[in-house]
């Protein structure tokens, strides 16, 4: 298998863990200070992919997590729970809960 191959299948494993937001595919403590050494060419490159890829995932689930925080602000106002409130729940500022609700503050 050539090095391009190897890559493509390495890509394409760490694009399915994405897309099904499986974070067991990633080893913890994958930076180049926790690899043996000396560092191969092979090792960078899978390490750039590998650590890419966790990149594209933890921001997948970023916006995954505020999705559904907004919509739950968004129920908590309704439910007549202060902005101070829901902000310290959510662990936001009052600002950023503002900003969810909109310019007249009712999502």
Not at 55 to 60: E, K, S, T, V
């Amino acid at each position: 298998m050539t090095d391009q191959q190897t890559t493509d299948e390495l890509r394409r494993e760490l694009d399915a863990a994405i897309d099904a937001r499986d974070t067991s595919i990633f080893e913890q403590g994958s930076s180049p200070e926790h690899k043996a050494r000396p560092l191969h060419p092979d090792s960078i490159r899978a390490g750039l992919l590998e650590a890419g890829a966790r990149r594209r995932l933890a921001q997948r689930l970023e916006a995954d997590a505020t999705v559904d925080l907004i919509a739950w602000v968004r129920a908590a106002h309704e439910a007549g729970w202060a902005i101070k409130q829901i902000a310290e729940h959510a662990g936001v500022t009052r600002a950023t809960i503002y900003a969810w609700l909109g310019p007249r503050g009712d999502g």
